[in-house]
């Protein structure tokens, strides 16, 4: 699907803001030291990951990949003009791996800061959220959390282009403050899944495609049932990644993973084959 698609009629001009709390980005890190305690602070931090030209092509494929992803209709999952694009079968999705695989190289602030709020976390899904031009108020814009119950369910959501105000951004409400996340791509939000926060209507000309990575901590998994991901592929992932996919570690010897996986090969290529 090409991305002129989802180009639409020419956005209203925005309308006036009715939460009267004052914008202030109080959630931006330079550091992984910095990033701990304002996300132990207000359940939200921003940081950055370098956006280098691999970054950009990774970004491309990946923006590209969720737009072919969303129908054409303008009545999304989440609302007009909304979609989510959570699918299981974006675990074995190069786009979606490769970008996964960048942001969590160790030394980077990410990595580092996910093992220092919960060691535990665990992958639970790959997917995120397309908003296209023109997209109205909804339920999604409305302050709501995902989760009751905040230290079990991490999300990172990418910025893989520059998001500005116009652009559909999310807000991020702290006890005194609303933060509006826009930045340029590389940009990474991440949030525990309990925080307040909220969309906001596209008034920009070109779709707002988010990616998003879930995690849950162990007690998340022990206690209500949220399963980490798992991918028959995962043996063949990165070292610095598996550590965030099932505690199962794979077997080195492949056969044998395989069989505990119960693999079977002539079914796999029937399906590829269609």
């Known amino acids: 699907m090409e991305a002129s698609q989802h180009q639409h009629k020419k956005a209203p001009p925005p309308k006036p803001r009715s939460d009267e709390?004052?914008?202030?980005?109080?959630?931006?890190?330079?550091?992984?030291d910095e990033a701990v305690k304002i996300y132990k602070a207000y359940g939200a931090v921003e940081i950055s990951t370098p956006a280098t030209d691999e970054f950009m092509q990774f970004a491309s494929t990946l923006y590209m990949k969720m737009l072919s992803m969303c129908p054409v209709q303008e009545e999304g999952n989440r609302g007009e003009l909304r979609h989510c694009v959570?699918?299981?079968?974006?675990?074995?999705?190069?786009?979606?791996?490769?970008?996964?695989?960048?942001?969590?190289?160790?030394?980077?602030i990410l990595y580092n800061l996910l093992k220092a709020v919960e060691p535990t976390l665990k992958l639970e899904k790959l997917g995120g959220d397309v908003v296209l031009p023109?997209?109205?108020?909804?339920?999604?814009?409305?302050?709501?959390?995902?989760?009751?119950?905040?230290?079990?369910?991490?999300a990172v959501s990418?910025?893989?282009?520059?998001?500005?105000?116009?652009?559909?951004?999310?807000?991020?409400?702290?006890?005194?403050?609303?933060?509006?996340?826009?930045?340029?791509?590389g940009r990474l939000l991440v949030r525990d899944v309990a925080t307040w926060h909220r969309g906001s209507e596209h008034l920009g000309a070109t779709a707002r495609a988010l990616p998003a990575y879930l995690f849950t901590s162990a007690k998340?998994?022990?206690?209500?049932?949220?399963?980490?991901?798992?991918?028959?592929?995962?043996?063949?992932?990165?070292?610095?990644?598996?550590?965030?996919?099932?505690?199962?570690?794979?077997?080195?010897?492949?056969a044998s993973f395989r069989i505990a996986i119960g693999w079977d090969e002539q079914d796999e290529t029937q399906q590829s084959d269609g």
Not at 24 to 31: D, K
Not at 134 to 154: C, F, M, Q, Y
Not at 162 to 185: F, M, N, R, S, Y
Request: charged content about 25%.
């Open 21 to 32: 709390r004052p914008c202030e980005n109080v959630l931006y890190a330079r550091s992984c």
């Open 86 to 108: 959570n699918a299981p079968g974006n675990v074995n999705d190069d786009a979606f791996y490769n970008l996964f695989s960048y942001i969590m190289e160790p030394g980077r």
């Open 158 to 185: 990418v910025f893989i282009h520059p998001i500005t105000v116009v652009d559909a951004p999310l807000w991020i409400a702290t006890p005194d403050k609303q933060v509006c996340c826009v930045g340029p791509p």
């Open 220 to 254: 998340a998994r022990r206690e209500h049932k949220l399963d980490p991901v798992r991918t028959r592929t995962q043996w063949n992932w990165n070292p610095h990644l598996r550590e965030f996919v099932h505690e199962r570690d794979a077997p080195s010897d492949t």
């Open 134 to 154: 023109g997209a109205p108020n909804s339920d999604a814009t409305k302050w709501h959390r995902d989760w009751e119950l905040s230290n079990l369910i991490v």
